[in-house]
């Protein structure tokens, strides 16, 4: 079975400072998707950043970017010059293609960060 | 725009009974996906509706089930109830929604929460 981990449930950083968050996942398979997705307090969860498993240059988005590691299952996030926007539940998530073609998506337990001005 | 909206916001039930939640998205959007979200277990994603067709589904029990009516509200139902079965329930609304391909914002809900005794 897969699983996503998320070992910070809060962070804070001073706005313009750079700020790691970590994700693990748990997977016998070898082609799925990464995610990370931004919740803030208005409840959109929006999506910051994706990862195919098969692409071996890491994802990036403007001051988003991502360390994949797939033999480590590691699947962190970077954000650069954070900004107070910024603050919000950041949520990593695995997605997989199921046999009967609908896929799978599991989802870490999520992150709190609050950038302080 | 009015966001989505999920009706009822409390709801307790005992062991082995049946429920009912709904779902109104966010207007033109026409994927409606639901989420489980337990403290231990995180964000789990139950299945998503598009022009009233399940389109993908999670790993759940057929005890859950849904379906999108023709101006895509959404209803999801859970029968036999266990106790398990507590949890905060999660109605997101996108314009198309992609599955694992998904770069659309999703809007959620405030969810129902659900106790089961």
């Known amino acids: 079975a897969q699983t996503v981990t998320q070992s910070q449930p809060e962070m804070s950083v001073q706005e313009a400072e750079t700020v790691t968050l970590s994700c693990t996942y748990d997977t016998s398979e070898n082609n799925y998707y990464l995610f990370w997705y931004k919740q803030p307090p208005s409840r959109q969860m929006i999506l910051v950043i994706r990862?195919?498993?098969?692409k071996q240059q890491n994802a990036t988005e403007n001051r988003f970017s991502v360390n994949f590691q797939k033999a480590a299952k590691s699947f962190s996030l970077k954000i650069s010059d954070s900004q107070l926007g910024d603050t919000a539940m950041y949520f990593c998530a695995f997605g997989l293609h199921r046999m009967d073609s609908n896929y799978q998506l599991i989802w870490g337990a999520g992150t709190k960060l609050i950038i302080k001005p | 725009k009015a966001g989505v909206t999920q009706t009822p916001r409390y709801l307790i039930k005992t062991r082995g009974q049946q429920v009912t939640l709904s779902c109104s998205p966010i207007?033109?959007?026409?994927?409606v996906s639901w989420y489980q979200q337990t403290p231990g277990q995180g964000l789990q994603f139950l299945f998503e509706?598009?022009?009233?067709?399940?389109?993908n589904k999670g790993n759940f029990p057929g005890r859950f089930s849904g379906r999108q009516f023709s101006n895509s509200r959404s209803e999801m139902n859970v029968s036999t109830l266990e106790l398990g079965d507590s949890a905060l329930y999660l109605c997101?609304?996108?314009?198309?929604?992609?599955?694992?391909?998904?770069?659309?914002?999703?809007?959620f809900g405030p969810g129902t929460r659900l106790t089961v005794l």
């Open positions: 509706y598009f022009s009233e067709t399940q389109r």
């Open positions: 990862q195919e498993a098969y």
């Open positions: 207007s033109g959007h026409r994927s």
């Open positions: 997101a609304s996108s314009p198309e929604g992609r599955g694992l391909a998904n770069t659309d914002t999703q809007y």
